[in-house]
């Protein structure tokens, strides 16, 4: 069975809806890398529980791949506020499905919205851990961020200090939803131990994914990823708490 499909605007942000009519919604949150469309995958299985699933581009990403919004955090952040609001507007029950960095974006912008269920996949967690290994990969300090500003690196991706102030003015100190997290045991980008911290800071469920890495793409990988979303999405556990 295809899962039906049907392209938004929201707020000028190039958005899909998956699935029919009902008063449940999955906000499916992608990482770097990632697009609307690598959304058919769970919706597949959502829309088969009785939810929908709403998608849309990040800047930078997608449609919006050429476009002037740039991919950070206090253009992102805003963007998310204003998706939750569309949201809220039409759906009676909204959960969470984020992977990689998307997690930590997420986190920034619905800390106090209702959210019944939220799915993390290779999450982003704490940025300012991730960011001290990227400088230490690429041997800068502090200070010499400060004074140059903005770093290209080997790895691809540019170190910014306007990024660091940031994350350093804006820590995740609350997260009181159903979190289910699934990290791979073999992610070199996120360490296990701040997962580890997080899960028990917060109460989240935690499963390792044994020979998995970050990215969740070959078949091996993906059928993992699909048992796993499986189990957690399962809408009468949901449908309890509602009543």
Known sequence: MTTTKRKLDINGIPAVLWGGPSKRLYLYVHGQGGCKEETAAFADVACRFGWQVLSMDLPKHGERINGTVEFEPWSIVPELSGIMDFVKDRWKYISLYASSIGAWFSMLSFGNEPLKNCLF???????????????????????????????????????????????????????????????????????????????????????????????????????????????????????????
């Open 121 to 243: 996949v290779s999450p982003v967690l704490d940025m300012k851990e991730l960011m001290l290994k990227m400088m230490e990969w690429e041997g800068v300090s502090q200070t010499q961020l400060e004074e140059q500003r903005l770093i290209p690196t080997d790895f691809g991706q540019t170190l910014s200090w306007e990024y660091w102030k940031y994350v350093l003015e804006n820590p995740i100190k609350q997260w009181n939803f159903p979190t289910k997290i699934l990290y791979g045991e073999n992610d070199k980008m996120i360490d296990r131990c701040h997962v580890e911290q997080f899960t028990k800071k917060f109460g989240c469920n935690l499963t390792i994914a044994e020979d998995c890495e970050h990215w969740f793409h070959t078949e091996y990988h993906l059928n993992i990823m699909r048992d796993w979303i499986r189990k957690e999405i399962d809408c009468k556990k949901v449908i309890l708490k509602e009543r």
